[in-house]
Each structure stands twice: as structure tokens, then as C-alpha cells.
């Protein structure tokens, strides 16, 4: 199964060798951003033009599309490359989502106030009550053991505390949203990873499942395997074989609306576990089920679970007559979440965050949060014209963008109240989040905050770069149509900033 990642190896791709074979002796060619050293004079714009232009080449013989602008402060171009041009962007698509939401922060904050994480009592005229667990889109919702805030356990001690003893169905409520889980486009073979899991105002553990493979006691034997959670209601085909040795070479395959994950692949013999991180389908359902199970430990009998899906863009106020709040979660933290998000390039994350802007003038379906989304980019003063994005993260393959596009929100984002805390919120070079194994040990470590973004065939990296000689500079890059046989476009686009942080 082919997966979505934002990091790449980084091996020194078979071109740049055949371009060092071919570059004239004497040609002051800057390929190997290791090779770049602070003491190399300024390079003028007609300078880094060609040196640029050398770089790309061999690429853009095999058929990478590229689109380049590079830009100072105050928008000058020094460098472009099919900057009109219309590219998938992928994960910097979070570029656009979670600039809107700083921009409309207070309005989110204050929504994520007005609706939080609530566990509703509902009494039956006989029996045990009902306990409906009705979701806020916090995505930080966690039962793990080191859960400290946004924690189902303090929902489940809510409960012991009260002494209940019999709770006859737990109703997972995540009508807050419309029942929209994956975005347009989003590719099948990626829905049931971690990239690709479903979205849900009821989301728990960044809805995902691991999955943990050990070697057999021989080679040839299946390796053991057992999940981390028993009750989500997956079965498991073990396919996998235990090997003497090698690297672990495992991989999984679970269809969209199938219960069954079927493992395959090898794993030697002296390896370590591994753990495979599987994205749900239901994730209302899910969380019912993890709060059962936390309800059972404390010696509460729960007869069965119940989810309740908004499937339309009706509303999502619908009471429980004679219901009354049990208890409730505190508001996420929103702007830390868009830190963590723009750092680990966090998919799922970014989908809430699209449909909680659907909240602010809509209600909370995806259309409503497209919407929003244009609403507030427009109000900062960014041009419609280059960007058509039809979710929150990057995963469609229909988002488009053009990189003078990418460069007027930079522009746009650095002279806002909040855009020194948002670049900040970018992943560092050589430093963290995306970024943390790129660059290392070269001019551009410390010195760019950007965000990175990967596809099939697409890689895109844009941001802010601190040059060697003080300027800030605003980059925008993305490589299309990346032949399999060139798998390190990352590290071209490496060797194309090293250069550039010794502009002009």
C-alpha cells in the first residue's frame, strides 16, 4: 500500500551525479547544500537565476513540472518559474486552512467555548439511563493513560463517581458536523492509514488503532501480532512471514467499509516490534467503544452503543428530551493545535479545523468551511483567482494553486497581528516537526520555517528563509509530475534553498 508521508530520504538523487559529470570545469555550479559556505558572496538575481536554472535542469528533462517564485519582503521578485502556473500543492494547502483560523481565532475560540465535549444523562422510563457522549471536534481527545487535558477517562470518573452501576446504551453523538469523513478525491488505498482516517466531531486518538508485529519464534513463522485496542472491531488476516533476516518489511491493506486488515510482508528474525498505525472508519463509534471499555474497568455494565450521524446540512441542535449535562471537557486549545498541526503536518487535525471554520457562519459541513475558508483569506486580501482547494489538508489531488499565490499569503500572513506566532508555527529547519532531518549541518539549518507537503508524484515546500546575509525572503516551491525513477525531489529542492540563502 502506498502511503502519505511529508518526510523523504534523502539520498543524493542519480542526477545531480550525472550533472556533476556534465558541468563545465570552472562553472561556480552550488549543488550540494553541504558544499555551501557562508563565506560565498552575495548572489545577485541574474546570478542565482542561472544557478537555479542548472540545478532544475536535468529534472525538468525527465518531465518534473516546476513552480518557483522567489520573492523578497515586500513581493520583488527575484526568481520564478511558471509562477502563473496551477500545481497540487499538498500539504501546503494548511498554509491557506490555518491562516483563516488565525485570522478568525476569537471566533473559534469562542465556538470550541459554546459547544464543548458534553456526556449527557438520559433516563429511560424503565431501567438504566441512556449516556449520550456528544463530540466538540476537540482533536486532542485522548483515553490514553497520560492523558492530561481533553481526557475520556475524567468523563468516564464523572460517572463512577455517581455511583452508576448500569448504563443501558452509550450514544455517540458527532452531529456537530455533517457526516462528511474523507475529503473529495482522497485516494481509497490511503483512507485506512493515518494520513487518510475519517473525520468526525466525536474523534478520538487521532482515530487510529496500532497494530503491533513481533517476530515468529522461526523463520517461515507468521509473526505475532495483536492490536491495541481489541474492541474496535477489526479482524486480522496475517499474511507476514518471519524471515532470518533483513530490514522489516511490513504492510497492510484494509478496503473502505471492511472490518479486515490483512498483514503482509516480512519481518526478521532480531527485529524490534513494530507498531502499524491503522486509521477508522467510524470514529463516533469508535470512541463508544473505548468509553465502554474505560466504564467496564470501573465495574460499570454497559448493554450496548449507538451512533447518532447528521447527514445533511440540517441542524445539529437536536435535543434529547429530558437529557441533562453530566459532565463536561474543557475547550481545546486551539492555537496550539494549530502549531502541532503545522509541524507534524498533521491531516486529520486540519480537517477539523476546516469544519470548525464552517461553524463560524455556517454549520459545519464541509461546503460551509470551503466557504468560510475564502470568506476570510479574501477579507485579508489574497486573490481567489490562483487557488481552488477542496479540503483542509492536502490530501485531494484536486487542490490547485499557483506559487505567486503561495507568496502573496506569506505576504499577506507576515504583516498580520498574529504572523510572526504563525511562521513560528512552521516546522524549522534541521530543527523539528518536517523540516527536523532536512538540512542539517548546512546554512539553511535555523534559518527557514516552512512548510513541507507530499503526494503522489508532488512535493512542495514554502516558507520563510533567513539568507546568510540577513534578508528574509519568501519561498515558494513545488515539483509536479515526479517520475518513480527520481524519488529524491526533496533533496533537489533542498540544494535549490541552500543556494538561494546566498541571494542577493
Known amino acids: ?208 488503532t496500532e497494530l503491533t508485529v513481533q517476530p515468529g519464534a522461526h523463520p517461515g513463522d507468521r509473526p505475532i501480532a495483536h492490536w491495541s485496542a481489541p474492541d474496535e472491531g477489526l479482524s486480522l488476516l496475517n499474511q507476514a512471514l518471519t524471515v532470518p533476516d533483513g530490514k522489516p518489511e511490513l504492510s497492510f491493506e484494509k478496503r473502505p467499509g471492511e472490518n479486515r486488515v490483512v498483514l503482509t510482508g516480512t519481518l526478521p528474525l532480531i527485529a524490534p516490534a513494530q507498531s502499524l498505525k491503522i486509521g477508522l472508519d467510524d470514529p463516533a463509534l469508535s470512541t463508544a467503544r473505548h468509553f465502554k471499555s474505560l466504564l467496564h474497568d470501573a465495574g460499570i455494565r454497559v448493554q450496548t452503543v449507538q451512533v447518532r450521524h447528521r447527514l445533511t446540512k440540517t441542524t445539529s441542535d437536536t435535543p434529547t428530551p429530558d437529557a441533562s449535562i453530566f459532565a463536561t471537557l474543557p475547550a481545546p486549545d486551539l492555537k496550539d493545535d494549530i502549531r502541532n498541526l503545522l509541524k507534524v503536518s498533521q491531516n486529520l487535525h486540519a480537517e477539523l479545523l476546516l469544519r470548525r471554520l464552517a461553524l463560524v457562519h455556517g454549520n459545519g459541513s464541509v461546503a460551509d468551511g470551503l466557504a468560510e475558508r475564502s470568506r476570510a483569506l479574501a477579507a485579508l486580501g489574497l486573490s481567489a483567482a490562483g487557488v481552488a482547494l477542496y479540503d483542509g489538508s492536502g490530501m485531494s489531488p484536486y487542490n490547485r494553486v499557483t506559487p505567486q499565490s503561495v507568496i502573496q499569503l506569506l505576504r499577506i500572513a ?33 534559518h527557514l520555517h516552512a512548510k513541507t507537503g507530499t503526494l503522489a508524484a508532488t512535493h512542495s515546500l514554502s516558507g520563510y528563509l533567513r539568507t546568510m546575509h540577513g534578508q528574509t525572503l519568501l519561498i515558494a516551491i513545488f515539483a509536479n509530475d515526479i517520475p518513480d525513477d527520481l524519488p529524491d525531489a526533496t533533496k533537489i529542492m533542498d540544494d535549490l534553498v541552500a543556494v538561494v540563502a546566498h541571494a542577493e
Not at 90 to 103: G, R, V
Not at 415 to 427: E, F, H, K
Request: a neutral charge; glycine letters at 8%.
Open 1 to 208: 500500500m502506498r502511503q502519505i508521508s511529508n518526510q523523504a530520504p534523502h539520498r543524493l538523487p542519480r542526477l545531480f551525479h550525472k550533472l556533476l559529470s556534465r558541468t563545465a570545469a570552472g562553472l561556480p555550479v552550488l549543488l550540494s547544500a553541504c558544499a555551501v559556505q557562508s563565506t560565498q558572496p552575495p548572489l545577485s538575481p541574474h546570478a542565482l537565476a542561472k544557478q537555479l536554472s542548472i540545478i532544475l535542469q536535468p529534472s525538468q528533462d525527465q518531465g518534473v513540472r516546476w513552480g518557483i517564485v522567489i520573492a523578497t519582503q515586500d513581493g520583488k521578485g527575484l526568481f520564478s518559474r511558471n509562477a502563473s502556473g496551477r500545481f497540487i500543492p499538498a500539504s501546503n494547502t494548511k498554509l491557506f486552512t490555518t491562516a483563516a483560523a488565525m485570522a478568525e481565532l476569537a471566533e473559534l475560540d469562542h465556538e470550541a467555548t459554546a459547544h464543548p465535549t458534553t456526556l449527557l444523562l438520559a433516563p429511560r422510563r424503565n431501567g438504566a439511563p441512556d449516556l449520550i457522549l456528544r463530540g466538540s471536534g476537540d482533536a486532542a481527545l485522548s483515553d490514553d493513560t497520560a492523558c492530561k487535558t481533553g481526557c475520556l477517562r475524567t468523563l468516564a470518573d464523572a460517572v463512577s463517581a455517581k455511583g452508576l452501576r448500569h448504563i443501558h446504551t452509550i450514544i455517540a453523538d458527532d452531529r456537530l458536523f455533517t457526516d462528511e469523513r474523507w475529503g473529495d478525491g482522497w485516494s481509497w488505498n490511503n483512507l485506512p492509514t493515518q494520513w487518510g482516517t475519517a473525520v468526525s466531531a466525536l474523534t478520538l486518538n487521532d482515530n487510529t
Open 414 to 446: 507576515d504583516l498580520q497581528p498574529w504572523g510572526a506566532d504563525w511562521r513560528d508555527d512552521l516546522p524549522l529547519a534541521a530543527q523539528d516537526g518536517t523540516l527536523a532531518h532536512r538540512f542539517i549541518g548546512t546554512p539553511v539549518a535555523d
